[in-house]
């Protein structure tokens, strides 16, 4: 069973950042892609951004410029830096990890955006 553990949530300013951090209890070089998702009261899951085992990344497009996702695979460690932080990215954000048909989650770590 893989497990996913996000870290690095938490309150910040509008117009701080944040570094979240997703530990793999697995090589993450092994999974097709790895990915942040979000969902914020009342509303869906959404995709932030991914990244694939060889390095493609995409975004949604409210956060690219904004946000960053990347990979340190001898860390098993897939980070999500945030710049110019809203109230509207106020979320829990969730690590995936895609392994064939597979989907694995996180348990999420709270984003607030406040002053």
């Known amino acids: 069973q893989v497990q996913l553990v996000e870290s690095g949530g938490g309150l910040v300013q509008p117009g701080g950042s944040l570094r979240l951090s997703c530990a793999a209890s697995?090589?993450?070089?092994?999974?097709?892609?790895m990915a942040w998702y979000r969902q914020a009261p009342g509303k869906q899951r959404e995709l932030v951004a991914r990244i694939t085992s060889g390095g493609n990344t995409n975004y949604d497009d409210s956060m690219r410029g904004r946000f960053t996702i990347s990979r340190v695979n001898v860390k098993n460690t897939v980070y999500l830096f945030m710049n110019n932080l809203k109230p509207e990215d106020t979320a829990v954000y969730y690590c995936?990890?895609?392994?064939?048909?597979?989907?694995?989650w996180g348990q999420g770590t709270q984003v607030t955006v406040s002053s």
């Open positions: 697995r090589t993450i070089s092994s999974f097709n892609a």
């Open positions: 995936n990890a895609e392994s064939g048909f597979t989907s694995y």
